[in-house]
């Protein structure tokens, strides 16, 4: 009780610079570049109006709001999974309606599948609660089926593009859809106004996107790393001016020359000039070429 926990190097000797921390390690990773095409763009009731009385749409901007991540072990493959990836775009749409200009916001989803490594760890862990600490707790939730220790999946993704917006009659058989509007969860309906409907009104509006993502696999290790000293904060929070007057705050403040010539420190480099050959009375330089 008590000890300095000794850590030792590979060779056997103790050094007091190794420091034992726990962290994710990344397993796998991919990065990726989606085209999504044609992809169906569900619209509220009201949002529905506006669209069908639409004579042109444009995109004017697109986020992805959520993502539902699942995943399951490959059969045959051990520490290997098939992750199952769901976007949520909510795009901003402007419709063109008899001369007036109306935006409009949409919900697109798309399901993408990769299967990754994640090695396996076949072990129960647990950890405390520093908000249910003391000595009456509170009963946690038990279950008797136990699984093993599934591998953590980390899902970035850069803003979206959209790459085309069409404006299709309902009763084409056109574009894709992996959902109905019954299955939306209930935490992305709550961030549009009105009910989503599905197979009413007379157009319907499908979305190219493009995507770029980087998805990788992770799980938390113990690792014995180098140690000079405990990271502490070197920024001093007191304020340099203790004056309340504005106007000497402001006469210590630097002129922004910047804001004001692109180029305030030195202009940019320009090309060398190109040498023109020096000739002879015969009309050639000296490495036998013809000058003009």
Excluded: W
């Amino acid at each position: 009780m008590g000890d300095k926990p000794n850590f030792h190097s590979s060779c056997g000797k103790s050094n007091e610079n190794l420091c034992c921390i726990s962290v994710n390690k990344i397993f796998d990773s991919a990065r990726d570049k989606d085209c999504l095409e044609d992809i169906k763009v569900f619209l509220c009731d009201c949002a529905q109006e506006i669209i069908d009385r639409a004579t042109a749409v444009r995109c004017k901007d697109i986020d992805v709001v959520a993502t539902d991540i699942s995943i399951d072990p490959v059969p045959f493959n051990k520490g290997y999974f098939q992750v199952h990836i769901r976007y949520f775009f909510c795009i901003t749409v402007e419709a063109c309606v008899c001369s007036k200009s109306y935006e409009v916001k949409g919900l697109s989803v798309f399901d993408k599948k990769i299967i990754l490594y994640g090695s396996e760890k076949n072990v129960s862990v647990f950890t405390s609660d520093p908000n249910n600490n003391g000595f009456c707790k509170k009963p946690p939730k038990f279950k008797c089926d136990s699984e093993p220790t599934l591998p953590s999946v980390v899902v970035e993704v850069a803003s979206p593009i959209c790459l085309d917006l069409k404006l299709v009659e309902r009763c084409r058989n056109f574009g894709n859809c992996c959902i109905g509007a019954d299955s939306i969860p209930e935490g992305i309906c709550e961030r549009f106004e009105g009910n989503f409907v599905d197979g009413v009104g007379v157009n319907e509006l499908f979305a190219s996107i493009g995507v770029f993502s980087v998805i990788r696999m992770e799980r938390p290790v113990q690792l014995i790393v180098p140690a000079t000293a405990f990271c502490l904060p070197e920024k001093d929070s007191t304020p340099a001016i203790s004056s309340s007057d504005p106007c000497n705050i402001f006469g210590r403040m630097n002129f922004p020359i910047d804001e004001f010539f692109p180029y305030a420190d030195e202009p940019p480099c320009a090309p060398p000039p190109v040498k023109e050959p020096e000739c002879d009375r015969f009309g050639n330089d000296k490495g036998n070429r013809c000058c003009r």
